[in-house]
């Protein structure tokens, strides 16, 4: 006995038909406008203030981010930066990144160089999009577990743009 599918549609239209109940639900999760702007950054500022509070230009001859797992260093450091706002980037494969600021002394014609280290742990927290928009990373519970710096302080533990009207930093280190 033959059913009624197989006798009056071809084998053909079954399958077109099976594959658009299955495909259905996919196709509409779709984004073909990706319009998503997030406002997470891969970067921690880190700004420095001297003992009134006041916020200073800092000069650095490099400061270079350490993967701490492994103890090599990031491929891009940053070189002869003067700022009062430095941007350190996040390795987010990692729930630990290690910065050391370099500065070389001379004195009495000897040159010396002081390194400061600053460790931070966070959590990465990556959300799935539709598939032509990608994922979005965002990295919060920011806290810093070693320095060497007088002070360091979180001011904000979830990494978000810095607003230009109000730049507040996301650590402030106190000299």
Known sequence: MLNFCSTY??????????????????LLSS????????????????SFYDANNKATEKTFNKIVGVFTRTNTEM?????DTTATIFELP??????????????????????DTIQ??????????????????????????????YHTFSNVEVLRAELKEVNNDNPLPHIKIIE
């Open 31 to 46: 984004c073909e406008n990706c319009t998503f702007i997030s406002d997470n950054v891969q970067f921690a500022a880190v």
């Open 75 to 79: 491929p891009n450091s940053l070189e």
């Open 90 to 111: 996040i390795f987010s494969r990692a729930d630990t990144t290690m910065f050391v600021f370099y500065k070389y002394v001379t004195l009495n014609s000897v040159r």
């Open 116 to 145: 400061d280290t600053l460790t931070m742990s966070y959590k990465v927290n990556v959300e799935v999009l539709p598939p032509d928009c990608g994922y979005d990373e965002a990295i919060n519970d920011l806290e810093i577990i």
């Open 9 to 26: 549609l071809s084998r053909y239209v079954l399958r077109f038909l099976y594959s658009a109940v299955i495909c259905f639900p996919f």
